[in-house]
């Protein structure tokens, strides 16, 4: 079922450790491969721009992860709950990453996506990205063999 959201009456918050389960089970919901609750713990205390999207009653939709080096932005997590996909909160969060980024002086934002996101690479080519490279076996994947990951560079 697709929803109309009002993403003006939605709630857009800074990611707080009271967040790290719900964060952490959606992530193992939509990722073959996801990060553990240590990994976005270990963010949270490294400072990482972090952020969760939740609707009115406070269910979590969203998230995204930012790490912020000199003059570059690197996202390094962005997720939407599957049953949401295609409503346009993953462009919400997209949009709210390269904001925070802009905001903080940014000049560029960097990523890393499989080439099997293929639903990813889409969103991320319409949104300007452009491929500045490959990481050759960057992600685990299944029956213990690895991934490549294409690098994606938007100038802000």
């Not at 919901?29 to 009115?56: K, T």
């Not at 009653?57 to 003059?71: K, N, P, T």
């Not at 709210?96 to 990813?120: F, T």
């Amino acid at each position: 079922m697709t929803q109309s959201w009002d993403l003006a009456r939605l709630r857009y918050e800074p990611m707080a450790e009271r967040d790290l389960e719900e964060v952490a089970m959606l992530e193992e919901s939509v990722y073959p491969h996801p990060w553990s609750r240590g990994n976005f713990a270990d963010s949270l205390a490294s400072g990482y721009q972090a952020w969760v999207l939740r609707d009115q009653q406070g269910a979590l939709l969203g998230y995204f992860l930012l790490m912020v080096v000199v003059d570059e932005a690197h996202l390094l997590n962005v997720a939407v709950g599957a049953a949401l996909q295609g409503q346009g909160l993953g462009r919400f969060l997209l949009n709210q990453a390269v904001a925070c980024a802009r905001g903080l002086g940014m000049e560029s934002m960097l990523l890393e996506v499989r080439p099997s996101n293929l639903r990813a690479l889409d969103i991320y080519q319409r949104y300007g990205f452009s491929q500045i490279g490959r990481r050759k076996a960057y992600y685990p994947a299944d029956n213990q063999q690895r991934e490549d990951a294409i690098v994606m560079r938007l100038d802000l």
